[in-house]
């Protein structure tokens, strides 16, 4: 089993839902967070002083899967999440030990 780790833009969120759960991917976790790589964060205007937002909004889903689906799962991710501008996130993927369903006690990938 794998935990895919993306970090994508907000607007981009609904999108790969949809994209991951035509794929029969469909259990997901999503936290706002907010973070900078090499974007650095940008300069705004507020009432008239301008000030660094050093830490961008951003959201990160995590999908656990098969390892037979990683692939298919990586691809549409990013085919999903990608606009071609610089900020469009990342990816981590992590070997998972394992999974337990809480209600049943299901193991491994019966608990995904």
């Known amino acids: 089993m794998k935990k895919i780790e993306a970090i994508v833009r907000h607007?981009?969120?609904e999108d790969v839902k949809n994209a991951l759960t035509e794929k029969g991917i469909t259990g997901m976790?999503?936290?706002?967070v907010r973070g900078f790589g090499r974007q650095k964060g940008h300069t705004e205007m507020y009432?008239?002083?301008?000030?660094?937002?050093?830490?961008v909004p951003k959201v990160k889903v995590?999908?656990?899967v098969d390892d037979g689906k990683l692939r298919t799962a990586?691809?549409?991710i990013v085919k999903?999440?990608?606009?071609?501008?610089?900020?469009?996130?990342k990816i981590f993927v992590s070997e998972l030990v394992e999974a337990i369903r809480i209600r049943t006690g299901e193991t491994g990938t019966d608990a995904i």
């Not at 976790?29 to 706002?32: D, G, K, L, W, Y």
């Open 74 to 76: 990586l691809d549409t």
């Open 11 to 13: 607007f981009k969120l």
């Open 47 to 55: 009432r008239g002083t301008e000030y660094t937002v050093d830490f």
């Open 29 to 32: 976790t999503v936290t706002e």
């Open 80 to 89: 999903a999440a990608q606009t071609g501008q610089i900020g469009d996130g």
């Open 62 to 64: 995590e999908v656990v």
